[in-house]
């Protein structure tokens, strides 16, 4: 029989970048849960990368961010996301994100999606993320 499981929301975070990007994930049998965490230090240099997946519920912890509609071109449509705002994003829409930094240097975020983003990899291992230097895998 399934069990209920608890997700700490700034604990037991994975190094993606050093000073930079910080995640962990978890999945269920339809939704996949995602905690990212940037920190300014090396944070304000990581390179957005337009992805889409299924529909996401996203939750503002601490700091700020844009949320931009399209592929990376001049123009694209900007939602501004304050701490504590939640924002929902319809499946396959392309979209990319632009972080500000809280007075603790860190701009945090809890990410739901469904379906599950498998491409983040296994529980418990350093998640995938679609930063613009990196190749994409298949």
Partial sequence: MPKCRVFSIDHGLKEVVADGLYMKHMFGETISVAVVKFVETAGTDLPAKSHSHG????LQFTGACSVFEGAGEAGDHE??????????????????????FGPAGVSMRLNVVTPARREYGAEDTVPYYPLADRVEKS
Avoid: F, K, Q, V
């Fill in 79 to 100: 939602t501004i996301m304050e701490e504590g705002d939640a924002l929902l994003i319809p499946a396959d829409l392309m979209h990319y994100g632009s972080n500000r």
């Fill in 55 to 58: 529909e996401e519920a996203s």
